[in-house]
């Protein structure tokens, strides 16, 4: 590593020394821009570029008290981390699961200002979220606690400020709450406050879908690249929530197929692929009890293998994991590896363990994509709702998913371009980080040490 990544690595290391996922996320990143730090260390020092980069605008925590049905109190921690703002408002979803920290926050947040940058929207980056999960509750009790959790959060927030959206554990339902008390609050009609909204109040068409179809777009170019198309491909995901059945819709719709999804309880083999009257299965299934999808192979009578995940698998042509970070490690990595799949796209935010990556994208039959540009189709169709709200007017679901499209294409050209011009070849994440850092850095430059 050059002697200034250095210096701001060790420095990152020490000031969040118990905080793995940020530091892990930072690493990475920092392995990517080190051709491009070496061309400008001078300058990028000069204006202590990395230095900003790697420390948040700032950290916002805050307790969450609300009651469940029976009356019993309950004490949650709220986060907001507001990491970049150099290219635009805070932009990033909130997050609802019991393993959430301040940790997972930063190392979202942090993903989520290359990620948006890349976009080439005016959008930076932030996260947030509680370590409140809504699975096992009623309505009343998420109801209750998004009221609560926005009661705290309504200050830092707004349409030119902070924008946050959906993530693991907030859907449209958990929107819906947070946004009617933010509006009791405020008494203003600022529905451009969130994104990931109910299209009767100003939510995007395909919006719920939006990470998945990105996802495939994205996997179409690469295929490009390589000469083939995406017609009777066969996929693997992990996750079946929006992510995962935006891919399983998509895939269908361009003539793949998803054979293998995988959840917490076991993965399913459906050599028939998702598609028709399964995907509005899968939405049914998930809404019921989101912790199980053997209930899936029950009703189709496919193959259930119980506590394990689909990674390793031989007979599919693509591997794209959309779950959760970290879902992918060496002892996978190599199972992946050895099953000789060709494409690796990573849809969830850091999907794989560093040590992980790093065999990958070594291996010289596998193809590597970055979360970061994968993904970048969710928050993209989160900007073209902030539009929309702007404009008081609704684009058809036919020009949100035309714009989408675009979108991923530019993103895949800008991440091949980069990577290129920094003598790296087809190196898809370095150039995906590459791409993404240098539009915030020079943002970070022309506004001064702020």
Same mark, same amino acid.
């Given at each position: 590593?050059?002697?200034?990544?250095?210096?701001?690595?060790?420095?990152?290391?020490?000031?969040?020394?118990?905080?793995?996922?940020?530091?892990?996320?930072?690493?990475?990143?920092?392995? /990517?821009?080190?051709?491009?730090?070496?061309?400008?260390?001078?300058?990028?020092? %000069?204006?202590?570029?990395?230095?900003?980069?790697?420390?948040?605008?700032?950290?916002?925590?805050?307790?969450?008290?609300?009651?469940?049905?029976?009356?019993?109190?309950?004490?949650?921690?709220?986060?907001?981390?507001?990491?970049?703002?150099?290219?635009?408002?805070? %932009?990033?979803?909130?997050? #609802?699961?019991?393993?959430?920290?301040?940790?997972?926050?930063?190392?979202?947040?942090?993903?989520?200002?290359?990620?948006? /940058?890349?976009?080439?929207?005016?959008?930076?980056?932030?996260?947030?979220?509680?370590? #409140?999960?809504?699975?096992?509750?009623?309505? @009343?009790?998420?109801?209750?606690?998004?009221?609560? #959790?926005?009661?705290?959060?309504?200050?830092?927030?707004?349409?030119?400020?902070?924008?946050?959206?959906?993530?693991?554990?907030? &859907?449209?339902?958990?929107?819906?709450?947070?946004?009617?008390?933010?509006?009791?609050?405020?008494?203003? =009609?600022?529905? *451009?406050?969130?994104?990931?909204?109910?299209?009767?109040? &100003?939510?995007?068409?395909?919006?719920?879908?939006?990470?998945?179809?990105?996802?495939?777009?994205?996997?179409?170019?690469?295929?490009?690249? #390589? *000469?083939?198309?995406?017609?009777?491909?066969?996929?693997?995901?992990?996750?079946?929530?929006?992510?995962? =059945?935006?891919?399983?819709? %998509? +895939?269908?719709?361009? &003539?793949?197929?998803?054979?293998?999804?995988?959840?917490?309880?076991?993965?399913?083999?459906?050599?028939?692929?998702?598609? &028709?009257?399964?995907?509005?299965?899968?939405?049914?299934?998930?809404?019921?009890?989101?912790?199980?999808?053997?209930?899936?192979?029950?009703?189709?009578?496919?193959?259930?293998?119980?506590?394990?995940?689909? =990674?390793?698998?031989?007979?599919?042509?693509?591997?794209?994991?959309?779950?959760?970070? !970290?879902?992918?490690?060496?002892?996978?990595?190599?199972?992946?590896?050895?099953?000789?799949?060709?494409?690796?796209?990573?849809?969830?935010?850091?999907?794989?363990?560093?040590?992980?990556? @790093?065999?990958?994208?070594?291996?010289?039959?596998?193809?590597? +994509?970055?979360?970061?540009?994968? !993904?970048?189709?969710?928050?993209?169709?989160? *900007?073209?709702?902030?539009?929309?709200?702007?404009?008081?007017?609704?684009?058809?679901?036919?020009?949100?998913?035309? %714009?989408?499209?675009?979108?991923?294409?530019?993103?895949?050209?800008?991440?091949?371009?980069?990577?290129?011009?920094?003598?790296?070849?087809?190196?898809?994440?370095?150039?995906?980080?590459?791409?993404?850092?240098?539009?915030?850095?020079?943002?970070?430059?022309?506004?001064?040490?702020?």
């Amino acid at each position: 590593m050059h002697q200034y990544m250095q210096r701001v690595y060790d420095e990152v290391k020490a000031r969040n020394p118990h905080e793995k996922l940020f530091l892990q996320t930072v690493e990475e990143v920092f392995e /990517s821009l080190e051709p491009i730090v070496e061309k400008n260390a001078e300058l990028y020092e %000069k204006y202590g570029v990395l230095e900003r980069m790697c420390e948040p605008d700032r950290m916002i925590q805050f307790r969450v008290t609300w009651a469940d049905d029976n009356g019993m109190p309950h004490v949650n921690r709220g986060f907001r981390v507001q990491f970049n703002s150099a290219i635009g408002p805070y %932009k990033g979803g909130l997050r #609802f699961a019991s393993d959430v920290t301040l940790d997972t926050m930063k190392f979202l947040g942090f993903e989520q200002t290359f990620k948006n /940058s890349l976009t080439s929207l005016p959008l930076g980056g932030g996260k947030g979220g509680s370590d #409140f999960s809504p699975i096992g509750k009623s309505d @009343a009790e998420v109801m209750r606690f998004c009221q609560a #959790f926005m009661t705290e959060l309504w200050r830092h927030i707004g349409p030119d400020v902070d924008v946050p959206a959906g993530d693991i554990g907030v &859907g449209g339902r958990e929107i819906g709450y947070l946004y009617g008390q933010y509006k009791r609050i405020k008494a203003v =009609w600022e529905n *451009g406050v969130l994104t990931g909204k109910g299209f009767s109040y &100003g939510g995007s068409l395909i919006r719920p879908e939006a990470t998945g179809y990105g996802a495939v777009y994205y996997l179409v170019e690469v295929l490009k690249h #390589f *000469g083939e198309t995406i017609e009777g491909k066969r996929i693997a995901v992990s996750g079946y929530g929006n992510v995962g =059945w935006g891919i399983m819709k %998509k +895939a269908a719709q361009l &003539g793949a197929k998803v054979t293998y999804f995988a959840g917490p309880d076991g993965y399913i083999h459906d050599p028939d692929g998702v598609t &028709g009257d399964k995907l509005d299965f899968i939405l049914e299934m998930r809404a019921k009890d989101p912790m199980h999808c053997k209930p899936y192979a029950d009703k189709y009578g496919v193959e259930f293998v119980p506590g394990t995940k689909c =990674w390793g698998v031989k007979d599919v042509d693509i591997i794209m994991p959309a779950a959760t970070q !970290n879902d992918v490690n060496e002892e996978w990595a190599q199972k992946i590896i050895d099953s000789g799949v060709k494409y690796y796209i990573e849809v969830a935010n850091m999907p794989t363990t560093n040590e992980a990556l @790093a065999m990958l994208r070594k291996c010289e039959h596998i193809t590597v +994509a970055p979360s970061k540009a994968v !993904n970048a189709g969710g928050v993209a169709t989160s *900007g073209f709702e902030m539009s929309q709200n702007s404009m008081r007017y609704n684009w058809t679901a036919e020009e949100v998913d035309e %714009k989408l499209q675009v979108t991923m294409k530019n993103i895949y050209a800008a991440s091949v371009e980069a990577a290129e011009k920094a003598g790296l070849g087809y190196d898809l994440v370095a150039g995906g980080n590459i791409a993404g850092f240098l539009r915030v850095a020079d943002a970070m430059i022309a506004q001064g040490l702020v």
